[in-house]
Every structure is written in C-alpha cells, then in structure tokens.
C-alpha cells in the first residue's frame, strides 16, 4: 500500500507519491439521508451504500468487483468517477485527490475517466443519431475541430466495435440490445480515456451476445492501454475479462485477490457461497460439490449488523464475529481477505 500525502490547509489538490496505480481509494464511504417528515424533512438514518474501502487499480489491469444486488457496486464506481460525490474518504486519480477538487477543476480529469451504463436502452438519447451521441463528446473535450472531423472519428469507432459506420444517421431504437451497448462503448472511446467503469454492461443482454461484448473489452483493452472497473454480479463473467477480483458485502470489500487464487482457493465464506452457486455444465461434478449455503437476506444497509456484516447469514460465525469487525489482511502473495477464521 502506498504511503498517501494528506492534503495541507489550505490546498485544493495534492500529488500523491509516484506509483503503479491510476486509481486509489481510501477509506472511501457514501452514505444516503434518510429523511422523514412532510413539511419539515429531517435525517432519521443514513443508507450505509460504501462503508469504507480501501482499494487500489493498477494501470493497463481489469478489476472485477462482484457481489449480490445492492451491495453498493455501482454506487462505489460512481464515486470514483465524483459522478455521486462521496461522504468521507478520498479517491486518488492519477496522483490528485478528486474529492478535494470542486466540480469545474474536475473537468478536465472528466475526459480521461467514463463509464459504461448497464442499460443500454436508457443510456443513448432517443432524440439524437448514435452519429452525434458518439461525436459529442469529441466536440466538448475539444478532441476534434468541427462536426466533420467528428463525424469521421466516430465512423472509426463504429468498425472499432463492430458496427457499420454506414448506420451513423440511426436513431437508437433502430438497434437490438447488444448493438445499442456497442454505441455505449464507442461513446466511452470518443473521450480517449485512461480509465472505464463497467457498470455490469453485460447483464441486460442474451447470453449469446454477452461472451461477444466481454470479448470485446478484452480486445480494447490490450489494443488501446486501457484500465477496467468491471461491475457484476455473476463471477463466472468476470473470470475471462479481470486480473483481479474484489469481492464486496453490504458496503465493504470482504476479499481481493488475484482471478486464479481467487477461484482456486477462496477464502471468506461469502465467496465461497458465490462461486458455488455457479452451475457446473457436468452433471457428476455438480452432484458431487459442496454448497456453502447462506441463511437469510441481506441485512438492510440502513442498519448493518455490528461486528462481521455476514455474521447474520454465516454458517462458520463465531462470537467475536458478533462484536469485532474484521479488517483486510494478507495472506497470500496478493490474496487479502477480511475474516475471524485467518487471524
């Protein structure tokens, strides 16, 4: 872990030191008010979303972040791009702290970051070309000259991603599913950025086209240097694409590792329970494995459990994990996992 430069008084951003990750984050939280009242409106609550992470993406790798729906995935992955601002904590980009930054000092640092919505029906347009949803942002970030040469750029990004450029004047209804999350990511591209979030793109699509879009991030990343968050929730996706794996619960990492430790040889109950709710195409092998069977619901994150947050649902609790929560700790050559039973 690299030593970060706290900000001094006074300061608006701060080089943190020299170092092989583009992304940083630390003790990173976000929490929702809850408010009550009609004409009054008070906080009752917080939604604890992201309750402190500590994460660090190294340039060129893909980082998968799984876990169940609602364990705040896309909500830490909107606040590393500021998209939601986060409560406390600090999310280093290329060594400035983006949380000390106002939101017009952040524009600039906006071309280098995008992201890749999860509903490709709802994230284009409906009033627009896909030729001018993938051109505009060469026009704002000043990346080409005129509306001609962006046209010509974004025609480029269209074979990119294996589309026709032919089809530039298309409204996007005129697309299926897998073609609209194509313009998506032509859109991303359009930015020259260093850094996207994948915002589960692969979930609202046919399984047929999901192994053809998971093949094509993997192309454009070897092809343009490029460095993913890829969200989902179903392991057997991120296996092909990451280099490695963080495994989030109710607003915390609970294990990070890299892809074949992690399949191999997981470590927290929780994974265990995910990777073995994976069907196996071999109906022998699949009679022959032992499930880690998981108890209940997820608490809600309005009123997380003390101590261990799986306490509640694990099968392997014991008494300090009622009370002492568990912190990321080393135990193999990359592997850090967060539970009572490795320490």
């Given at each position: 872990?690299?030593?970060v430069t706290?900000?001094?008084a006074?300061s ?5 030191p020299a ?28 939604v ?10 190294r340039?060129?790798?893909?980082l998968g ?37 106002s ?6 640092l906006?071309?280098r ?20 949803t993938?051109?505009e ?21 269209f074979?990119?991603v294996?589309?026709d450029?032919?089809?530039l ?8 599913g ?15 950025p260093?850094f996207?979030?994948?915002d589960?793109?692969?979930s ?5 086209i ?13 092809r343009l ?6 969200i ?15 495994v989030?619960?109710l607003?915390?990492?609970?294990e990070?590792a890299p ?9 927290h109950?929780?994974t265990?329970?995910l ?9 022998a092998i699949?009679?022959?494995r ?6 209940g ?6 009123n997380?459990?003390?101590g261990?947050?799986?306490?509640p649902r ?6 300090q994990?009622?009370t002492v929560?568990p ?5 193999a050559e ?5 539970c009572?039973?490795y320490?």
């Amino acid at each position: 872990m690299p030593t970060v430069t706290r900000l001094p008084a006074g300061s608006t951003s701060v080089r943190e030191p020299a170092t092989d990750n583009l992304v940083t984050l630390r003790a990173l939280k976000v929490h929702f008010p809850v408010l009550s009242g009609l004409l009054r409106r008070r906080p009752v609550g917080a939604v604890h979303a992201v309750d402190g992470v500590d994460l660090e993406i190294r340039r060129g790798e893909t980082l998968g972040l799984v876990g169940e729906s609602g364990c705040g995935k896309s909500t830490l992955g909107r606040a590393v791009l500021q998209l939601i601002r986060p409560t406390s904590g600090e999310v280093w980009f290329g060594g400035t702290d983006l949380t000390k930054l106002s939101d017009e000092e952040i524009r600039p640092l906006r071309r280098r970051m995008q992201m890749v919505f999860q509903d490709p029906f709802s994230s284009l347009n409906p009033r627009m070309t896909v030729g001018e949803t993938v051109a505009e942002p060469m026009l704002v970030h000043g990346l080409a000259a005129n509306a001609d040469e962006s046209r010509a750029k974004a025609a480029e990004l269209f074979g990119i991603v294996g589309l026709d450029p032919g089809m530039l004047d298309r409204y996007p209804h005129e697309f299926s599913g897998g073609q609209r999350q194509r313009i998506g990511i032509a859109r991303s591209l359009a930015a020259q950025p260093d850094f996207i979030v994948c915002d589960e793109p692969v979930s609202a699509l046919d399984v047929s086209i999901q192994a053809q879009i998971v093949n094509l991030f993997e192309a454009l990343r070897d092809r343009l240097g490029l460095t993913y968050i890829f969200i989902a929730h179903d392991l057997a996706v991120v296996r092909h694409l990451s280099d490695r794996i963080a495994v989030m619960y109710l607003g915390k990492i609970v294990e990070i590792a890299p892809k074949q430790s992690l399949y191999s040889s997981p470590l927290h109950p929780y994974t265990e329970a995910l990777l073995q709710a994976v069907p196996v195409p071999d109906r022998a092998i699949e009679k022959r494995r032992k499930r880690t069977v998981l108890q209940g619901e997820v608490p809600s994150p309005l009123n997380p459990p003390k101590g261990c947050r799986l306490h509640p649902r694990c099968a392997k609790a014991m008494s300090q994990c009622r009370t002492v929560e568990p912190v990321l700790k080393q135990q193999a050559e990359g592997h850090w996992v967060a539970c009572h039973l490795y320490e």
